[in-house]
């Protein structure tokens, strides 16, 4: 007998990401695999770099996705645009920014840290103080939405600073991209990373980035060659560049590309105001189960995501017991807490394909059930009613 | 009307990557997307790592797919095997040989190159001489199947030689792993990688790696940090790594991982032995046909690849134009020459599930097809007959 297949079983995924793949997304990756050079492959990739632009709200050429998951477009911003001895301001409000510090440091950079708590937004005061005291710094980075907190930072107003202090500007958008509102032309933002498995709702392992003009000139004067040949987007452009004719860098992942077009598609075809709105409708219904429940969101009401939901788990209820019940009896993942915040909270994703009616109510339904039969302390019997207004509303 | 779906159109990959990938494996891509710390598929992952190690021969637990394609498989062995002012000895006979010398640069180390012809294998005589003139370097690195020629160089001896003078090994495998022999124990590779999209018949977007003790050993005591925080080893090692805890690094790109799993259980249920065979045999017709033709091999016979076979292009003879002729009307892709070879040579892939009969058929019924409508010099109707004796031999 030979070895045997993988057959997953079907999950409904409400973590911080993955997010649940819509079956036309799953089945476009299954295409038949073509050249990465063929005609009709680099037709598709101008779409893709249409249609990114669009979800960006740009018209930044450099525009494209990173053949590798988010943490790899986190590595080609600082790589490409940090220069050895470059002085970057890093916000740090939960475990992203700490990634941050960790890419300018081994980019030989120089990190100035802006620290806030952990499930609060970038403070734009902090942000300013550090910019004066530092005339030296050559760029800001921070994290649009911090996927270990639910916290949403104020792009517009720290592009705003950073521009006035002459600094560029490094985005975090994982879990940002789709789920609510970034513009990257009009907040003036010089480079931005996504990934593909949050609000795009597409499987893991493609990151979209988009470089300003700005940043393009940075990259394009350099002193240093980018330490990463991967990554360096000297050589990344002449694949993904315009025009019919490509130079081979590496070989494009077709298939998951397929993926992320048909996300892309699908994105447009709602239309990006419409997937914002969705997101915070479904926010508000999941809001009002929680807190009916007696559950309490870490993050300040005024700088919540939508997508991203972390509350406090409740005394003396066992965290993994919780999860692996979900997982075994309703086959629903929720994350759990990251780094300081690992056993203090769970994050309950409602992003892309899973911002949906029916994962609320099977999400509030056997979060209550599990944590009633587990004698938690939580207000029973309340959860559904409070969410009907919050549905009708 | 809204953006439309991207359907591509069905090709026969003879190219040299991405090649055919079976309906088995792209089925299994589009199963349903599960977490990526889901018990279920670290469970998967596991046999992932087992069915690797059983592809590579080898029994180091440091075996893995990195989440990015084999560009990025090679860069993890530069980054984390050489520290700033390292020497390492390249040996270049093709384009790959050029890139790990970037990689060595850019990774802050010093390469010294041996040049072989483009075409030839890596001469074992001129390998030794570098090392006994260079008592300090620290690594030699050579490509075992230069994919821009089709010509195996010897990794058993070349490694031999590197031990004789304490130099750890770096093996580009990309084109070899599933279509020749490699084993990585027996041999004592000490740090290699490959691709899915060549002789595994995957989808493109992982490479496979794999790492000795003796290389661990150096990771492990590095005096500086991997300049990488994505291809890190020692951060990689966490999610990757043994025992059901594994901490968080990156979200791995679930569905590519489900295809190399089928991939490489199909490798498995076919067995490895007889894997090579077939690929040694279907060149043998490959080759009766293209030379019965008249097209000559670039590189010589006894050191010459299996699955992938790159043959002079006939004098006068409009390249771009065969190919894409070849295209258009029998959708079969090959491949050109890259680099110093472009123009001159085609390169003919016969990896993985493209190994097969019925490919070898249309590859030179097409070629001689097209070449004989453009009245190219080349022997016409003797290729068939000169097939049947390699297909029933």
Redesign the interface.
């Known amino acids: 007998m030979?070895?045997?297949?993988?057959?997953?079983?079907?999950?409904t995924?409400m973590?911080p990401?993955?997010s649940?793949?819509h079956p036309?997304i799953?089945?476009?990756?299954?295409?038949?695999?073509?050249?990465?050079l063929?005609?009709?492959?680099v037709e598709?990739m101008e779409?893709v770099k249409g249609?990114l632009q669009y979800a960006f709200q740009t018209e930044n050429v450099l525009t494209m996705p990173i053949?590798?998951?988010?943490?790899?477009g986190?590595?080609s911003c600082f790589?490409n645009l940090v220069e050895p001895g470059d002085k970057v301001i890093v916000c740090q409000n939960g475990v992203f920014g700490g990634?941050m510090k960790?890419?300018v440091?081994?980019?030989g950079g120089v990190a100035v840290m802006v620290q806030d708590a952990w499930g609060n937004a970038v403070d734009p005061q902090k942000v300013e103080d550090a910019l004066k005291a530092n005339p030296d710094a050559k760029i800001l980075a921070f994290v649009q939405a911090e996927t270990s907190t639910g916290a949403e930072s104020d792009s517009k107003t720290l592009c705003e600073l950073a521009r006035k202090h002459d600094c560029l500007t490094i985005v975090d958008a994982v879990t940002a991209l789709g789920g609510t509102p970034i513009k990257v032309d009009e907040w003036q933002i010089d480079a931005i990373y996504s990934?593909t498995?949050k609000c795009l709702s597409c499987?893991?392992?493609l990151s979209p980035v988009s470089f300003s003009e700005r940043a393009l000139d940075k990259i394009k004067n350099r002193k240093s060659?980018?330490?990463?040949?991967?990554l360096d987007l000297n050589l990344v452009m002449g694949y993904w560049g315009s025009g019919a004719k490509r130079a081979?860098?590496?070989?494009?992942?077709?298939?998951?590309l397929?993926?992320l077009?048909?996300a892309?598609?699908m994105l447009?075809?709602e239309g990006l105001e419409n997937a914002w709105a969705r997101h915070r409708k479904n926010h508000e219904v999941l809001k009002a189960g929680l807190e009916a429940m007696g559950l309490t969101f870490i993050v300040p009401e005024d700088q919540r995501l939508p997508q991203l939901n972390a509350v406090s788990i409740p005394e003396g209820v066992d965290d993994a017991l919780v999860r692996s019940r979900l997982?075994n009896e309703f086959n629903l993942?929720i994350g759990a807490g990251?780094g300081d915040l690992a056993g203090k909270v769970w994050r309950i994703g409602l992003m892309g394909h899973s911002s949906r009616a029916e994962n609320i109510l099977l999400c509030i339904g056997a979060l209550e059930a599990v944590l009633s039969d587990m004698q938690a302390p939580i207000n029973r019997g309340v959860a559904l009613g409070a969410m009907q207004s919050a549905i009708s509303g």
């Open positions: 030979g070895m045997q297949s993988f057959n997953p079983p079907i999950r995924l973590g990401g993955p649940d793949v036309r799953l089945e476009a990756m299954s295409r038949p695999t073509i050249g990465h063929d005609p009709v492959f598709m779409e249609l053949s590798a998951p988010g943490s790899a986190m590595e790589v990634r960790e890419n440091e081994r980019s990934g498995q499987t893991p392992g060659k980018v330490q990463s040949w991967f081979y860098h590496h070989t494009a992942p077709i298939n998951a397929y993926a077009h048909e892309l598609v447009k075809n997982l993942e990251l």
